[in-house]
Structures are given as structure tokens and as C-alpha cells.
């Protein structure tokens, strides 16, 4: 199966604050690499599919980045509605895996 | 508007049997893929089913290979999840998701809210 490690596994930011998220996968997933948001006791939704494609809704402050082994996620400027925990997923190779999550909480 | 709606969780004894349901409306319910995703309490996510549109091809991982059975009918727009020898550890919120492929690449694009399984005697 292919491991995907986040880091960090929760971080403290401010509003406006710009938070970057890393995703490394065990194998190259070939950019197949999506980002997900969940909020306490909601479903995760998708925010970027194939590395760097937001989902329709999506803010713009949210980019994604990277190839290979190596993925990241930005925010460019922190809002309130932005704490959650964040997953990545590579969908390249069956099992699909997940991230084991990055919180982003309030400093 | 898509939704999906779960049903079926509950409380189960070690060793016995729930079914979970997902109702899908607003959608071509019979032209995706669908999945069941876990999350255990205060855990990450966890792929515990596939089944292709037709409902010809079905794949899981080790944990529960032999246990859970994912089937569909798409007549009247439900996803199933039937789960056999339930175990302490498959206690966590089932989530239904569509699957979407856009040049090959897939992704969930849509997600019901969940139904909680709870194992414990």
C-alpha cells in the first residue's frame, strides 16, 4: 500500500496568517493527489483534486502544489472558517490512502 | 443538489451483523462508482469498500476482506454495505462518497454525513 505522511500533524496559526501543508507519499503518485477538509462532526469536502484543481466553490486563498513523491497545500491568508482538519489522498494506486490529517487550530 | 444519505448504524455486538444504507438523489446514481469510507473516533479516514457502476467489481483492504460486502442496486438509487463478524475496531462513522474521474485522475466529490457503528458488548 502506498503510505501518505502529512506534516506537521497540527500547527496554530493566526487570522491571515499563510499555512502551508506538506503530503509526502512512499512512491510516486504521478500528481494523482487530491486535498479534502473536515470540520468537527462534518463529512470531509473536496477542496483540490489532481494536485492543483479546486473544486467548484472552492476560495481562492487555497492552492496546491507539487509532483512526485512530494505535495503541498497553501493557504494564503487564514480566515475564520479555515480551521479544520486537513487530509490529502492519493487515488493513483489501489488501496486509495489518505493522510493521517493536519489540524489547524487557532493561535 | 446531490445527496447522499446514510442509514443503518447503531450498536452491534462483537461478532454480529449491521447493514448500512446510502440513498443517493440528484444524481445518475447508476453511472459512478461509489465507496464507503471509515473514521474512527478522533482518527483519520480509512477506505473500507469500492464497487464499480454496475456493480460488476468490488475491492477492499485486508482489515475487512472476507467481512464487509459492498453491493448496490441501481434501480432504486441505494448503496449497501452489509458487515459480518463485526469487530471492536470497525467502530467508527461510515461515510458514503461518490467517486469522480476527471482525465483519469478520481476523487470523492460528494460525501453523505455519516452513520455511526458502534461494536462493543
Known amino acids: 500500500d502506498i503510505q501518505m505522511t502529512q506534516s506537521p500533524s497540527s500547527l496554530s496559526a493566526s487570522v491571515g496568517d499563510r499555512v502551508t501543508i506538506t503530503c509526502r507519499a512512499s512512491q510516486n503518485i504521478y500528481s494523482v493527489l487530491n486535498w479534502y477538509q473536515q470540520k468537527p462532526g462534518e463529512a470531509p469536502k473536496l477542496l483540490i483534486f489532481?494536485?492543483?484543481t479546486l473544486q467548484s466553490g472552492v476560495p481562492a486563498r487555497f492552492s496546491g502544489g507539487g509532483s512526485g513523491t512530494d505535495y503541498t497545500l497553501t493557504i494564503s491568508s487564514l480566515q475564520p472558517e479555515d480551521f479544520a482538519t486537513y487530509y490529502c489522498?492519493?487515488?493513483?494506486?489501489?488501496?486509495?490512502?489518505f493522510g493521517q490529517g493536519t489540524k489547524v487550530e487557532i493561535k | 443538489q446531490v445527496q447522499l444519505v446514510e442509514s443503518g448504524g447503531g450498536l452491534a455486538q462483537p461478532g454480529k451483523s449491521l447493514r448500512l444504507s446510502c440513498a443517493a438523489s440528484g444524481i445518475t446514481f447508476s453511472s459512478y462508482a461509489m465507496h464507503w469510507v471509515r473514521q474512527a473516533p478522533a482518527k483519520g479516514l480509512e477506505w473500507v469498500a469500492l464497487?464499480?457502476?454496475?456493480?460488476?467489481?468490488?475491492f477492499y483492504p485486508d482489515s475487512v476482506k472476507g467481512r464487509f460486502t459492498i453491493s448496490r442496486d441501481n434501480s432504486k438509487n441505494i448503496l449497501y454495505l452489509q458487515m459480518n463478524s463485526l469487530r471492536a475496531d470497525d467502530t467508527a462513522v461510515y461515510f458514503c462518497?461518490?467517486?469522480?474521474?476527471?482525465?483519469?485522475?478520481?476523487?470523492?466529490?460528494?460525501w453523505g454525513q455519516g452513520t455511526l457503528v458502534t461494536v462493543s458488548s
Open positions: 489522498q492519493q487515488t493513483y494506486r489501489n488501496p486509495w490512502t
Open positions: 489532481s494536485v492543483s
Open positions: 464497487i464499480s457502476y454496475d456493480g460488476t467489481t468490488q
Open positions: 462518497t461518490r467517486v469522480q474521474c476527471t482525465g483519469g485522475k478520481c476523487y470523492y466529490d460528494h
